[in-house]
């Protein structure tokens, strides 16, 4: 079964700018949730959509944003780009929104000049 | 401030000796989990724990759960190269089930 993969896997942009990363989760998992890894902060939650809603929300300012398509897919927006914002962001994706195992994609890996 | 505090934040050990990873929070945990990263690669769940005092092996590898699921441990026995990345601990609530992830510790093992 193929795993929970991330386009772009690079991607590099200037401040001000957006960008939009895409996810596609395992066959079968309807829940996707992103995070955003920084070598000083971690691992922090953004969101997570299930069945085409955002179900949970972290502590991120409203220039994150994401949707979640029928077939599962999701997508995250970072809008006016900071260069604080470079970052490694993941999503990771289960069968539920209520529990179980995620699993997690390759990430995109974001820098902002 | 991490919800889950990580000690050590970084591991570096020689191949063949034994080390152990912590993982603490003053929160209850429906369940924690466990994942190793490597550089420029997600997260790979190594084990999850629900069970207060639960003890998982997985091969060399042995994960521990507190009684009060507040606290797990992650042991891991004649270590190898191949045990080099990034450990993190993460819990997940009851009422969301959103993960609250540890800061990681960095374990380097030289051969």
């Known amino acids: 079964k193929a795993g929970v993969t991330q386009t772009p896997r690079y991607l590099i942009k200037t401040r001000g700018q957006q960008v939009t990363l895409s996810c596609s989760p395992i066959s079968g998992h309807r829940s996707v949730s992103w995070y955003q890894q920084t070598p000083g902060q971690g691992l922090q939650f953004l969101f997570e959509y299930f069945s085409e809603t955002q179900r949970n929300k972290g502590n991120f300012p409203g220039r994150f944003s994401g949707r979640q398509f029928s077939n599962s897919r999701s997508e995250m927006n970072v809008s006016t780009l900071e260069l604080g914002d470079s970052a490694l962001y993941l999503c990771a994706s289960r069968r539920t929104s209520g529990g179980g195992t995620q699993y997690f994609g390759p990430g995109t890996r974001l820098l902002v000049l | ?111």
């Open chain 2, 1 to 111: 401030t991490q919800l889950l505090e990580q000690s050590p934040q970084f591991l570096s050990i020689q191949e063949g000796e034994n080390l152990t990873v912590y993982c603490n929070s003053s929160s209850v945990f429906s369940s924690l989990q466990w994942y190793r990263q490597e550089p420029g690669e997600g997260p790979v769940l190594l084990v999850t724990v629900v069970t207060g005092g639960e003890v998982k092996k997985l091969k060399r590898l042995t994960f521990q759960f507190g009684d009060a699921r507040k606290d797990s441990s992650l042991h891991i026995t004649a270590a190898q190269p191949g045990d080099t990345g990034l450990y993190l601990c993460a819990g997940a609530s009851s009422n969301d089930y959103k993960l609250s992830f540890g800061a990681g510790t960095t374990v380097t093992v030289r051969a």
